[in-house]
């Protein structure tokens, strides 16, 4: 039985990789999830804002609109809140290299074009063996249409990939206005795959204080159907890789996400919750799985439940939504 996976051109072991996280910020950990059967790990992210603000590249915070308000700027964490400095970053970079036979993958996250896209170079000169691009942004003036906000992400993707000769994957959100269409924009802009999705991080109110409050709550299984949805969506059309993060706890959501069209399953939550040995119970369950199925390979079931055969996917969903609806009864 093979479970070998091809993913943004490098040969993986398995599907099952370790998304970005604090995990690769030790290279003893990072050699506890190698051991466990990672096939390749995603350093945390590093972001536009603290390469900027190391670089003195202040080019964000001059053009950005809401730092016409002094406070905009202690929005961000001060400097010595970020666990890794953009020179600790690619020094970890080479630890993890030295240390670990599985693929090294950096994350860069940002939106605009800028300094920072060229510390995409530095990482692949430190040795890391891939890259995830990681466009978060939440779009919150009014003023700004999409259209600009996408182009400004794409330019933003044509720079990195431009710069570098690794593979870069795009780590996408749900919240565009037409996620295939920009997703394929990404590819045809020279992406080698696509992760699916950002998570956005929701604060919640402080009702005594009158603030807002920043928390960190890791995904549940409920997450992964937004996932599997435009997985299975988006599997027919993109000629590169599909990256599946966000609500993956069990051996079935791995196999459904690679039903979907998955070529790698990222793992984050679920590690931090039961440690990297979860790993190897993750995939002796797919191996059973694929035995009782009788798959002697990932690639032979790899998108079969994706919306390739539907000839009106849009119809179909919108069926299911009624059909859905119209079963309630009280």
């Given at each position: ?23 690769c ?18 350093m ?12 003195r ?15 905009a ?23 993890l ?21 060229d ?7 430190a ?34 990939i ?28 020279g992406?080698?795959?696509?992760v ?15 603030e ?32 599946a ?31 990297p ?16 199925h ?7 079931f ?29």
């Amino acid at each position: 039985m093979k479970l070998a996976t091809n993913y943004l051109g490098l040969t993986l072991s398995n599907p099952l990789v370790v998304g970005a996280s604090p995990f690769c910020d030790s290279t003893h950990m990072a050699r506890q999830l190698q051991d466990a059967g990672a096939a390749a790990i995603v350093m945390r992210s590093l972001f536009e804002e603290q390469i900027d603000a190391e670089q003195r590249a202040l080019r964000y915070h001059v053009e950005t609109p809401a730092e016409s308000y002094a406070e905009a700027t202690s929005y961000f964490p001060n400097y010595p809140e970020y666990q890794l400095a953009p020179d600790q970053y690619l020094r970890q970079i080479e630890h993890l290299k030295g240390a670990l036979n599985i693929p090294v993958i950096a994350s860069l996250n940002g939106i605009r074009p800028g300094g920072w896209t060229d510390h995409a170079r530095r990482c692949e000169a430190a040795g890391a063996d891939a890259i995830e691009l990681n466009l978060y942004h939440l779009a919150t003036d009014p003023t700004v249409d999409g259209d600009q906000i996408e182009a400004d992400m794409l330019e933003t993707v044509r720079i990195v990939i431009g710069s570098v000769r690794l593979p870069v994957a795009v780590k996408l959100s749900p919240f565009h206005t037409a996620p295939a269409q920009f997703a394929l924009a990404v590819e045809r802009a020279g992406a080698a795959g696509v992760v699916l999705f950002n998570r956005f991080y929701q604060p919640d109110f402080d009702i005594e204080e009158l603030e807002a409050q920043s928390q960190l709550k890791l995904s549940e299984p409920g997450e992964l159907l937004l996932r599997l949805r435009w997985l299975a969506i988006l599997s027919p059309h993109l000629r590169g890789s599909l990256g599946a993060t966000g609500g993956v706890h069990a051996v079935g959501d791995v196999v459904k996400a690679i039903l979907a069209g998955a070529h790698a399953v990222q793992l984050v939550s679920v590690l931090l919750k039961h440690g990297p040995r979860f790993l190897a119970s993750l995939l002796a369950g797919l191996q059973q799985w694929m035995t009782e199925h009788g798959y002697e390979n990932v690639d032979e079931f790899r998108g079969a439940m994706n919306l390739g055969r539907c000839p009106d996917p849009a119809a179909f969903e919108r069926a299911n939504y009624q059909r859905i609806l119209q079963s309630w009864r009280v």
